[in-house]
């Protein structure tokens, strides 16, 4: 096991710049998970990492060694790909030993760890077949064994579970945790499903635009979002996005609702924010308590429901478990909680208290 | 669900009406390379002579030079079918995975090739051979149909690449393989029925091949089959019995060959690499 230093690394195709600067460090043993949307620039951080992609600028190490110009096969990391990738004229135990006969390792040995890793993932009984007789999560499951075979000293994943249905994704994720939990191996995840990332890392380091936006603990995060991308990437239903103006002690909305903060910022009086709001935060209340909003759509999603109001004319959602929402009227009352509100300058960056 | 009889039928039909009529001409040269002589003009236009006989078979294998035709074809189109498959392969990998500077115009080049009618190019290339010595000469066949063939099999093999995914050498490539052995041990064996429709192809493209023979070839012993049917040609008659029976016997290995081959050409072996 090793950990990884990422330095100022850039990445460009010609004059496109796809990264900028990432600065990265991860420590032996620690789950970090790349998230973002398409086109942010994480699977091209993933396959430089893997050796895959050349490096246009920066420096890269693994266990302190510096790797820029290291041809994958010496590396010593390990890749879980999206496609799975098995190679389809091997049967499973071909798979997972290929590596190892690559680097000449003795037949008993070879044996020994493929037998280990199958017991491991429950695929003792499928070791003859080849993949394609193979289901998709069994698949996933070769895919994994391959990388666990050989011991490396980091697993890759790029977007592991993207082709498995949504149940057998949970059943997956949380055989991922369990694997980390036993193997305690460095490991850096590609996702772009918020959930995953939330569930699997000890670190999210969210993308945007091939910079890195915020790297922190998952509910770090959530809670203390760095800016409005983190602030409306992570989370589902997104946060709800408000113009305003800063005014001491509080924030007026466009239509003159006041809403008053728990400290003042430091910002100057009369500035324009946005405020952000979960829609898991917003509080509905009865007649007469908060602000009047009139109900635009309802989305009963089994667990809670999802309605979406609209407040003179602005926008948003909110997420409750109140089932007597169900049979809400054309218009409802909610509250802002304050403690929950989160306030971005006219940059996008979060404000914190003066 | 139910699918009505009368479309199934006319489909089957239609089938039927276009095998009939693609595989009729084959028909028409087995029953005259069986029809006697004395009933080949006799007996009018029949499905089927009244008599049958194999003696032009017997003639043709014993008392003609197509036993030399037939080796010669044999060698020129083997070796052009595998020197072709071989540079193909290797060709069609690089303009599959790799970018290269001049690549747009390699590619360019190629095709470039492929656009002139073969009969102009028979005088240069003739005069190119003689001095080589090359004229007259099974080599000098096998180099100028690998020559017309390596473009059109570049492009054949370089789709069948494309169609596998490269997710599978960079796989490869980090379980420890270098780029040469992914290649090798990864590819190669996904690409067998690529290879083998390559080699099919140009197998039969130079089995067939008449205008460069006829040129570049005079006299019996460097002759390929397709120049030797022309022996059966004489200035007075056509030996159309004997013509024909030859023919049968030139279709022998090209339908061996697709034999042996059509296992990996319906093979569709990557089937499960990747999602499914």
């Not at chain 2, 060698?75 to 990998?93: H, N, Q």
């Not at chain 2, 656009?115 to 051979?129: E, G, H, R």
Request: proline letters at 5%; charged letters at 15%; hydrophobic letters at 50%.
């Amino acid at each position: 096991m090793a950990s990884i230093d990422i330095q100022n690394v850039k990445k460009a195709y010609g004059h496109v710049k796809v990264l900028h600067d990432i600065d990265l460090q991860i420590k032996d043993g620690e789950f970090v998970v790349l998230v973002g949307p398409s086109g942010c620039g994480k699977s091209t951080l993933l396959r430089m990492i893997a050796g895959l992609e050349g490096v246009t600028g920066g420096e890269m190490r693994i266990d302190g060694k510096r790797v820029n110009e290291l041809h994958p096969k010496d590396r010593d990391i390990a890749m879980v790909f999206q496609s799975y990738a098995l190679y389809p004229h091997m049967n499973v135990a071909g798979n997972m030993s290929y590596s190892l006969k690559l680097r000449k390792t003795a037949k008993e040995k070879i044996a020994a760890a493929v037998a280990s890793a199958a017991s491991k993932l429950g695929l003792d009984p499928l070791l003859d077949r080849r993949p394609k007789a193979l289901s998709g999560g069994q698949r996933q499951r070769v895919a994994m064994g391959r990388a666990i075979v050989r011991q490396p000293k980091a697993f890759l994943f790029d977007e592991p579970l993207s082709n498995l249905d949504a149940r057998l994704r949970e059943q997956m994720r949380a055989e991922i945790k369990k694997m980390h939990g036993d193997l305690k191996a460095t490991s850096i995840y590609v996702t772009h499903d918020q959930i995953e990332a939330m569930t699997l890392a000890d670190r999210i380091v969210a993308m945007h635009g091939g910079v890195v936006q915020q790297v922190g603990a998952p509910l770090e995060l959530y809670d203390r979002p760095a800016n409005l991308f983190v602030a409306g990437f992570i989370g589902s239903p997104g946060m709800n996005f408000l113009d305003a103006t800063y005014s001491a002690g509080g924030v007026t909305l466009r239509d003159g609702t006041f809403v008053s903060l728990p400290s003042p910022l430091a910002l100057d009086d009369g500035a324009k924010v946005t405020v952000g709001i979960r829609p898991e935060h917003v509080v509905m209340g009865g007649e007469g308590t908060g602000m009047a909003a009139s109900v635009d759509l309802v989305e009963p999603t089994g667990f809670g429901i999802i309605l979406h109001l609209s407040l003179h004319g602005l926008a948003f959602k909110v997420f409750t478990l109140d089932r007597a929402a169900l049979s809400a009227g054309p218009n409802v009352q909610v509250v802002f909680p304050s403690q929950h509100l989160h306030v971005f300058d006219e940059g996008g960056g979060r404000c914190e208290p003066r | 669900m139910k699918t009505s009889l009368l479309p199934t039928i006319a489909h089957r039909l239609a089938i039927l009406a276009y095998v009939i009529f693609a595989l009729f001409p084959l028909y028409w040269l087995f029953k005259v390379s069986l029809t006697p002589n004395d009933l080949l003009y006799s007996e009018g236009v029949r499905m089927w002579p009244s008599r049958t006989t194999w003696e032009h078979y017997s003639f043709v294998l014993q008392h003609s030079a197509f036993p030399t035709f037939f080796k010669n074809s044999l060698i020129v189109s083997g070796s052009t079918a595998i020197i072709v498959t071989i540079c193909a392969s290797l060709s069609g990998y690089a303009l599959s995975r790799f970018s290269f500077r001049a690549k747009y115009w390699i590619v360019g080049l190629m095709l470039l090739t492929q656009m002139f009618p073969l009969v102009m190019l028979v005088a240069p290339i003739f005069k190119i051979l003689t001095p080589l010595g090359l004229t007259n000469s099974l080599t000098g066949l096998i180099v100028v149909y690998t020559a017309f063939n390596v473009p059109f099999a570049t492009f054949l093999m370089q789709s069948f690449f494309d169609g596998i995914p490269k997710d599978l050498e960079e796989a490869a490539m980090i379980d420890g393989a270098t780029k040469f052995t992914a290649f090798r041990e990864i590819i190669l064996p996904l690409t067998l029925p690529g290879i083998a429709a390559t080699l099919g192809f140009v197998f039969t493209a130079a089995w067939s091949e008449l205008l460069f023979a006829l040129m570049l070839i005079n006299g019996n012993n460097a002759a390929t089959f397709p120049v030797g049917l022309l022996t059966f040609v004489s200035k007075f008659s056509v030996d159309f019995g004997q013509m024909m029976a030859a023919g049968v016997l030139a279709l022998i290995p090209a339908a061996l060959f697709f034999l042996l081959i059509q296992r990996y050409l319906v093979q569709g072996l990557t089937a499960g690499a990747v999602k499914g």
